[in-house]
């Protein structure tokens, strides 16, 4: 990996604490634009490096630095919105994947941003209801972690991924190539 796309992937880790700093605080998830940066950090850097990427926010925020929406710590992997942390790393390979190899057009941006955001709600509302479940002993546990923790975002994430499909289109000149067999 080149100095090029090191730099990418702390600027994509620090852009992922930054979208989680924009926040409009709903309980128990709030919503943030953390999202938009790791589907975006998949597109350009690729699905290794956009992983890298938000592995490395992840692990800034364990050892305490504050920089997921509720703080951060080790003591952040018990809290319900852990999971959607979790979901960013595999929704970052998701991307990157989905767009390995294509151009950025609308409908492909749109497609691989569609399927990113799906993998964060896939991770992070059973963890939720895992949650709500063993923490709070909620019965209506699964129900409750599908309408508090994906349905309320479902038309700010659908804005999210058209917004994407505008505008990755133009930022396509960001992207190079890796370096060596052609993977990132």
Same mark, same amino acid.
């Given at each position: 990996?080149?100095?090029?796309?090191?730099?990418?992937?702390?600027?994509?880790?620090? *852009?992922?604490?930054?979208?989680?700093?924009?926040?409009?605080?709903?309980?128990?998830?709030?919503? @943030?634009?953390?999202? /938009?940066?790791?589907?975006?950090?998949?597109? *350009? /850097?690729?699905?290794?490096?956009?992983?890298?990427?938000?592995?490395? #926010?992840?692990?800034? !925020?364990?050892?305490?630095?504050?920089?997921?929406? &509720? &703080? &951060?710590?080790?003591?952040?992997? *018990?809290?319900? @919105?852990?999971?959607?942390?979790?979901?960013?790393?595999?929704?970052?390979?998701?991307?990157? #994947?989905?767009?390995? !190899?294509?151009?950025?057009?609308?409908? @492909?941006?749109?497609?691989?941003?569609?399927?990113?955001?799906?993998?964060? #709600?896939?991770?992070?509302?059973?963890?939720?209801? !895992? #949650?709500?479940? /063993?923490?709070?002993?909620?019965?209506?546990?699964?129900?409750?972690?599908?309408?508090?923790?994906?349905?309320?975002?479902?038309? &700010?994430?659908?804005?999210?991924?058209? *917004?994407?499909?505008?505008?990755?289109?133009?930022?396509?000149?960001?992207?190079?190539?890796?370096? !060596?067999?052609?993977?990132?």
């Amino acid at each position: 990996m080149d100095r090029y796309r090191f730099s990418l992937i702390a600027v994509f880790s620090a *852009l992922t604490a930054a979208g989680a700093l924009i926040k409009i605080p709903l309980m128990p998830v709030p919503i @943030t634009l953390q999202n /938009l940066f790791v589907v975006m950090a998949g597109m *350009l /850097l690729g699905p290794r490096a956009g992983v890298m990427s938000q592995v490395i #926010y992840i692990l800034i !925020g364990l050892m305490g630095l504050p920089v997921f929406s &509720g &703080g &951060g710590g080790p003591g952040y992997v *018990l809290r319900p @919105t852990f999971g959607y942390l979790l979901g960013f790393v595999a929704a970052a390979a998701v991307s990157g #994947y989905v767009m390995q !190899g294509r151009r950025f057009t609308v409908s @492909t941006v749109l497609v691989a941003s569609c399927l990113s955001m799906l993998t964060v #709600y896939l991770i992070g509302v059973p963890y939720l209801a !895992g #949650y709500f479940m /063993l923490v709070l002993k909620k019965p209506d546990a699964v129900w409750l972690a599908v309408k508090t923790g994906m349905v309320v975002f479902l038309p &700010g994430d659908a804005l999210k991924c058209v *917004l994407l499909a505008m505008v990755m289109p133009k930022l396509q000149i960001f992207r190079k190539p890796p370096a !060596g067999r052609g993977r990132s």
